[in-house]
């Protein structure tokens, strides 16, 4: 069975400064990969996603996560951290078309000002 | 288009009562999908369909039933309340199984 692990549940950045979010998986067969945003009381949107090709992906908001296979992981980073990017992560795995999603228990981002 | 929508958005029960949670989606997606999330357990998969007429248990499916019976609407059941269910109660769709999952704003759900 697929696993999600998000290392650290609680990150706290200030406004400015680097956003480090990591997500490591296990997986038998090439993955599928998402990081997803979720703001209080709403639901999740997607920031990025990663099937096949190129392995360093931009999403929205200035967000990129790159793919490493030989590490397992699939890390958000982002270079200034902004106070509206304050909220949950998630990050999910997806084995095969048509199969589960399996997400991480998330972390939730703090930006000070 | 208004992409997923849940109803109802509240709801507070009593143990051993029963609902119906109804998610909708007006974007043709095949596959649709039914989440809870705790805190500090993410988001876990109770039951999904990949397309009208079918349903599959996720990782989490005991006290749930579903239904998709239209394309377009995707039903989660319970038949019989407990404080354990208490939860947020999210829908997703899919056009494909590897594609971006879309969700609804949620259901927070208490029993008491």
């Known amino acids: 069975a697929q696993s999600v692990t998000q290392l650290g549940s609680h990150v706290s950045v200030s406004e400015g400064a680097l956003v480090l979010l990591r997500c490591n998986y296990s997986?038998?067969?090439?993955?599928?990969l998402f990081w997803y945003v979720q703001y209080p009381n709403q639901g999740l949107q997607l920031l990025l996603k990663?099937?096949?090709?190129?392995?360093l992906v931009k999403g929205i908001n200035g967000f990129e996560a790159e793919f490493k296979k030989s590490e397992t992981s699939f890390h958000l980073t982002k270079p200034s951290a902004h106070m509206s990017d304050a909220a949950e992560y998630f990050c999910?795995?997806?084995?095969?078309?048509?199969?589960?999603?399996?997400f991480g228990t998330g972390t939730s981002l703090t930006v000070i000002p | 288009n208004a992409g997923v929508t849940q109803t109802p958005k509240f709801r507070v029960l009593k143990t051993g009562q029963s609902m119906t949670l109804l998610c909708a989606q007006d974007?043709?997606?095949?596959?649709m999908y039914w989440y809870r999330q705790d805190p500090g357990m993410g988001l876990r998969l109770i039951h999904y369909?990949?397309?009208?007429?079918?349903?599959a248990k996720g990782e989490v499916p005991d006290g749930y039933n579903v239904s998709r019976l239209k394309k377009q609407n995707f039903l989660l059941g319970l038949e019989s309340a407990a404080p354990s269910q208490t939860s947020v109660y999210f829908c997703?769709?899919?056009?494909?199984?590897?594609?971006?999952?879309?969700f609804g704003p949620g259901t927070r759900l208490t029993v008491l």
């Open positions: 997703a769709s899919s056009s494909t199984g590897a594609g971006e999952q879309f």
């Open positions: 997986s038998s067969v090439p993955p599928y």
């Open positions: 990663y099937t096949t090709g190129a392995t």
């Open positions: 999910a795995v997806s084995e095969t078309p048509g199969n589960q999603f399996y």
């Open positions: 974007m043709n997606h095949e596959y």
């Open positions: 369909s990949v397309g009208e007429g079918t349903t």
